[in-house]
């Protein structure tokens, strides 16, 4: 997808977010690896936000991102706390660019973020042995009036259902299975039951060593929903099941309990965003 999108008429307009997010270990790990952040910001301030809540976007950017982490003994969720507080010190920096206008630049400011995160990652992996190998997943929603820019690298998944129409995965999974599947050479059953599904081909840290997120941006409008979830999540949940929850206007915490019926042998995360009309 273009780094540059088209400017909209309804960009000035401000919108109000309302969202939810829940992560579960599942019912077979003893820990939880996964990470969720919601946040947001101005040009003075960075404040965290609860798992539920909402606001106007009058005057400020808001941040949502689920992270998985991985690496043995208890790096994996270190990996992926780190993935989502770095995120806090860099982005806030971009709110006089998106302020201004960030059709350009959001791009640039995205790739900065992934590359600072894989660094550290990686840096960790090579100095600590019991963070050798550790790595991250990050799906990241960076919400502005008007249009919801977004960052991707690994099988984290962020999935769109405009206010009409059908639901879109706009992240592409980062495995060896999500490859064959976007070339059609798989689809959805036989990427489940694929014995290397869970292969990742890019991730932070783990040893890669280069970081090519994947980057896009979608216009919002009152009535749009988004999800972002691990992989715990689409373990228990085909795409209908996925699509039809975000339809019933279900929250993150219908969407985890759905999943963790279905399987919960994977830590299991999901963050539900939805546009709405500024009051």
């Not at 003075?44 to 005057?59: N, P, Q, T």
């Not at 994996?76 to 989502?84: D, K, Q, T």
């Not at 715990?232 to 209908?240: K, Y």
Request: charged share 25%; with cysteine; net charge negative.
């Amino acid at each position: 997808m273009s780094n540059e999108p088209t400017p909209r008429p309804n960009d000035a307009l401000p919108h109000g977010l309302r969202w939810s997010g829940v992560t579960h270990r599942g019912h077979v790990r003893s820990n939880n690896e996964d990470s969720f952040l919601a946040l947001t910001y101005d040009a003075h301030e960075v404040r965290y936000l609860g798992k539920i809540g909402e606001a106007s976007l009058c005057g400020a950017d808001f941040v949502f991102a689920v992270s998985d982490g991985m690496g043995g003994a208890r790096s994996g969720e270190f990996a992926s706390r780190i993935a989502v507080d770095k995120i806090t010190r860099l982005l806030p920096a971009s709110f006089r660019q998106s302020a201004q206008g960030l059709a350009k630049g959001f791009g640039d400011i995205l790739t900065e973020l992934f590359d600072e995160i894989h660094r550290e990652l990686c840096a960790l992996g090579k100095s600590y042995p019991e963070c050798e190998g550790m790595g991250a997943t990050l799906t990241l929603a960076w919400i502005t009036p008007g249009w919801l820019y977004y960052g991707h690298i690994g099988d984290s998944r962020l999935y769109y259902l405009p206010r009409d129409g059908g639901m879109k995965q706009l992240s592409h999974d980062d495995t060896y299975c999500g490859w064959l599947r976007l070339k059609g050479e798989l689809n959805e059953r036989q990427h489940r039951t694929h014995p290397r599904r869970n292969v990742l081909t890019k991730s932070l840290g783990a040893g890669h060593q280069f970081v090519d997120p994947q980057l896009g941006a979608v216009g919002c409008e009152p009535g749009d929903r988004f999800l972002l979830c691990t992989d715990g999540a689409i373990d228990g949940l085909w795409d209908n099941n996925v699509e039809e929850l975000m339809k019933s206007g279900a929250s993150a915490q219908c969407i985890v309990e759905a999943a963790l019926a279905a399987s919960g042998r994977d830590n299991t995360t999901a963050l539900i965003i939805e546009v709405n009309s500024a009051e």
